[in-house]
């Protein structure tokens, strides 16, 4: 693979720290790489949780909702019960099989990852708009 230089530059496999995924790498500072490691975080507890059965593409239902009570305690609620996880699964299950393919779980984190942004980009508004309304200090007067 050619660097911005033109010149090539070392590329290898590895086998990340933090996750249990090799990873195609061209040597740069790991540490900047923000948006890679959490893409890799998301692979990697995908995995996690597919892996405890014989099936490890999917999630199956058991997954799922261990799954969401664990690693989604607060977009789900602090104590989701399983009915209610049941209810999510049943919306993310778009091919109704009863299984939790890799696209639907991407499909679903962009949902969440999308109300997020709503909910703060509506507050940061609120909080904004709190500011803009509130009387300017008083400036000490002049003698």
Same mark, same amino acid.
């Given at each position: 693979?050619? @660097?911005?230089? @033109?010149?090539?530059?070392?590329?290898? /496999?590895?086998? *990340?720290? %933090?996750y249990s995924?090799?990873v195609?790498?061209?040597?740069?500072?790991?540490?900047?790489v923000?948006?890679?490691?959490?893409? +890799?975080?998301?692979i990697?507890?995908?995995?996690?949780?597919a892996?405890?059965?014989?099936?490890?593409?999917?999630l199956?239902?058991?997954e799922?909702?261990?799954?969401?009570?664990?690693? +989604?305690p607060?977009?789900? @609620?602090?104590n989701v019960?399983?009915a209610?996880c049941?209810?999510?699964i049943?919306?993310?299950?778009?091919? %109704?099989?009863g +299984?939790i393919?890799?696209?639907?779980?991407?499909?679903f984190? *962009? /949902?969440?990852?999308k109300?997020? *942004?709503?909910?703060?980009? #509506?507050?940061?508004?609120?909080?904004?708009? #709190?500011?803009?309304?509130?009387? #300017?200090?008083a400036?000490?007067?002049?003698?």
């Amino acid at each position: 693979m050619l @660097g911005s230089t @033109g010149s090539c530059t070392t590329v290898s /496999y590895f086998l *990340h720290p %933090k996750y249990s995924l090799f990873v195609f790498q061209e040597i740069v500072d790991m540490s900047k790489v923000v948006l890679e490691d959490a893409l +890799l975080f998301l692979i990697d507890t995908f995995r996690k949780y597919a892996d405890t059965d014989s099936d490890k593409t999917t999630l199956s239902t058991k997954e799922a909702v261990r799954l969401i009570q664990t690693e +989604l305690p607060i977009f789900c @609620g602090q104590n989701v019960t399983e009915a209610e996880c049941l209810e999510i699964i049943d919306i993310i299950d778009t091919r %109704k099989n009863g +299984l939790i393919d890799f696209s639907e779980y991407i499909t679903f984190l *962009h /949902y969440i990852a999308k109300k997020f *942004h709503q909910d703060l980009s #509506a507050a940061e508004k609120k909080k904004e708009d #709190a500011c803009m309304a509130s009387p #300017a200090p008083a400036t000490p007067a002049e003698n």
